[in-house]
């Protein structure tokens, strides 16, 4: 069935890559997100369903861009620009680095054709998704895909699928980019505010019901993880989501659900605390939080080396050389990893990413509140939510090639774009209809509505 579906899809894609191009970047977008060739890999071992996937949003953009479909002024800000300026370190660093790169489990020419195909599924996807509909179906692909992971994360945990744990931690699937229970984790973190909001955005009664049951399931999941970087990112992000929420009572029960995570996981993070003292009591050579000597280290080898870094995927071999036998871990921060990696320069551009998307979001609520709209209001605060709560949890890991980030940029940016065509479209009209007011004709008809 799965197989029969995927094959559908694609055709589907392929069929209406001239008439609706949209529909191929949704279909790659879910494909990356979801994952499915590790999920379902006895269904997919002999499709390569990632590359055909990709190959036929390229075709299907090729074809928008022909036929004069292509908005370039999407691509005219500071996140895009900001991600070529990343790609173009990455290659700098990597032709000038003094490191070999065989020290990591995973290597530089790897990671570089991670992010290459990230940037320039970036720049596709992006010239896609350049009205409302599309923008409407990739939340709706968020939705669905963060939906489908609670369900298979809570169903390993019903069926005693122990298989899946590590220690008594959930770990992603096996193979896939989520396989560590920590990145996993922040597949749920970054999908909540999506399903939070879309609450009080449907309207019928059971897509209601089956989001809120849905909330409390993707908290469970999180708790599964056991990742304290998950627990402190939702709880950041839920409690910014119950600010904007206008529902007192959706509220409270947001609030108290909440909490009763806080209170499970608090326990969790305590107890593993206590049993990382004990240890560093009996050995005296193990540091009691390896995440602070590794901020330590790659804030020391940025330093070092501030323009172009050590070299990507080039922090372990760096950190032997200047620090041997000091960490034997990564640099445990997506900011310190830039730094430590490709420079300062990168490291800022990262941060300009939220720069950036805070000042699209200010500008987006500030519109909305003389345009009201439904849906770019709902967007608008859940992608913030979203990112908030993302950065949170890039202060404990490494997430630089954690493509649902550069898909929740791509929404961020979308939203900004179609709503600043709303509502110039709105105020032209506008004022059109006051200049045929005061030449004494009738003004034009519904100058004010929004297009909902």
């Known amino acids: 069935m799965v197989k029969i579906l995927t094959i559908l899809a694609i055709l589907a894609a392929?069929?209406?890559?001239?008439?609706?191009?949209?529909?191929?970047?949704?279909?790659?977008?879910?494909?990356?997100?979801?994952?499915?060739?590790?999920?379902?890999?006895?269904v997919f071992d002999d499709i390569s369903i990632?590359?055909?996937?990709?190959?036929?949003?390229?075709?299907?953009?090729?074809?928008?861009?022909?036929?004069?479909?292509?908005n370039w002024q999407m691509y005219n800000n500071g996140i895009f620009f900001g991600l070529l300026g990343l790609l173009a370190l990455y290659y700098l660093s990597n032709a000038f680095t003094p490191f070999p790169s065989y020290?990591?489990?995973?290597?530089?020419?790897?990671?570089?054709g991670i992010f290459t195909t990230i940037v320039i599924m970036f720049f596709i996807v992006l010239g896609l998704i350049n009205h409302e509909k599309a923008l409407k179906l990739l939340v709706v692909c968020v939705v669905i895909v963060t939906l489908y992971y609670t369900y298979w994360a809570n169903s390993?945990?019903?069926?005693?699928?122990?298989?899946?744990?590590?220690?008594?931690r959930l770990n992603g699937p096996r193979g896939s980019p989520y396989k560590d229970g920590n990145i996993f984790s922040v597949l749920f973190v970054v999908g909540l505010p999506f399903v939070l909001f879309a609450v009080g955005q449907v309207e019928k009664t059971w897509q209601k019901a089956l989001l809120i049951l849905a909330i409390p399931l993707i908290w469970h999941a999180m708790i599964l993880c056991a990742s304290r970087g998950a627990l402190l990112s939702a709880a950041v992000s839920t409690l910014l989501a119950a600010r904007m929420i206008k529902s007192k009572s959706f509220n409270m029960v947001l609030l108290a659900g909440a909490l009763v995570f806080l209170i499970d996981q608090g326990g969790e993070m305590l107890s593993r605390t206590v049993s990382t003292v004990k240890k560093a009591e009996t050995e005296a050579n193990e540091p009691i939080n390896p995440r602070v000597i590794s901020w330590q280290i790659a804030f020391d080898l940025a330093k070092k080396h501030p323009v172009l870094g050590v070299?990507?995927?080039?922090?372990?071999?760096?950190?032997?050389?200047?620090?041997?036998?000091?960490?034997?871990?990564?640099?445990?921060?997506?900011?310190?990893?830039?730094?430590?990696?490709?420079?300062?320069?990168?490291?800022?551009?990262?941060?300009?990413?939220?720069?950036?998307?805070?000042?699209?979001?200010?500008?987006n609520r500030d519109a909305l509140e003389a345009h009201p709209d439904?849906?770019?209001?709902?967007?608008?605060?859940?992608?913030?939510?979203?990112?908030?709560?993302?950065?949170?949890?890039?202060?404990?890991?490494d997430l630089i090639i954690f493509e649902p980030f550069y898909f929740l940029l791509i929404i961020i940016i979308a939203n900004n774009f179609i709503l600043k065509q709303k509502v110039s479209a709105n105020e032209a009209l506008a004022?059109?209809?006051?200049?045929?007011?005061?030449?004494?004709?009738?003004?034009?008809?519904?100058?004010?509505?929004?297009?909902?």
């Not at 055909?52 to 292509?70: E, V, Y």
């Not at 372990?316 to 997506?334: D, I, M, Q, W």
């Not at 030449?439 to 100058?447: R, S, Y």
């Open 14 to 42: 392929g069929f209406f890559a001239i008439s609706a191009p949209y529909i191929a970047a949704l279909l790659y977008t879910t494909v990356s997100i979801l994952q499915p060739q590790y999920i379902w890999f006895w």
């Open 103 to 112: 020290g990591s489990r995973i290597g530089s020419e790897l990671v570089m």
């Open 374 to 397: 439904k849906l770019h209001t709902y967007i608008n605060k859940a992608s913030f939510c979203s990112l908030v709560g993302f950065f949170v949890g890039a202060t404990f890991l």
């Open 50 to 70: 990632f590359r055909i996937s990709a190959g036929i949003a390229i075709i299907a953009w090729l074809i928008h861009m022909l036929r004069g479909g292509i």
């Open 311 to 363: 070299g990507p995927q080039r922090f372990l071999e760096a950190s032997r050389f200047y620090f041997p036998g000091k960490s034997p871990h990564v640099a445990h921060n997506t900011f310190l990893n830039y730094a430590a990696n490709l420079g300062f320069i990168a490291a800022f551009i990262y941060l300009m990413f939220f720069w950036v998307s805070w000042k699209m979001y200010k500008w």
């Open 431 to 452: 004022a059109d209809g006051k200049k045929q007011e005061e030449a004494g004709h009738e003004p034009l008809a519904n100058a004010g509505s929004t297009g909902v």
């Open 156 to 168: 390993a945990y019903l069926e005693g699928n122990w298989s899946q744990f590590t220690r008594g």
